[in-house]
Every structure is written in C-alpha cells, then in structure tokens.
C-alpha cells in the first residue's frame, strides 16, 4: 500500500525507514516511534505535521495525506 500510495502522491517525498538500522534508529528516537508501522508527516521546514499510527487501507491513508496537506 505504502508502494502504490507514493505513486500515486508524486508532489510529496515519501521515505520508508527501517527501525532496525542505525539511521533509523536515529530517527525513531528523534520522532518518539516507539512501535511500528508509523507515520511521520513533515512539511517542508521539517516541522511536524502528524505522528501517529498508520492507517491499514489505501483509503484512509490517503485521507490521512490530504488532511495534513
């Protein structure tokens, strides 16, 4: 979904982070992800636009998308 989704939104920079990782790591603990799947919405200035759980439809992802556009 996440694949498709990105496609379909190509005015935004999508970015998949594996928490396993060193990087990702740097990262969860910057953005407070304690769990997974997470989505982390920035906006341009890097301020934060939503932090929260991810949606498990296409759907509600992308309602997600527009509403924090």
Known sequence: MFDATKR?????????VNIDEPSGQELAGRYGVTGIPRLVFLDSSNQVLY???????????????????
């Not at 379909?8 to 998949?16: A, L, M, R, V, Y």
Request: hydrophobic residues 30%.
């Open 51 to 69: 932090n929260g759980g991810a949606p498990m439809d296409a759907e509600s992802f992308h309602g997600l998308i527009n509403q924090h556009r």
């Open 8 to 16: 379909q939104f190509t005015d935004i920079s999508f970015e998949q």
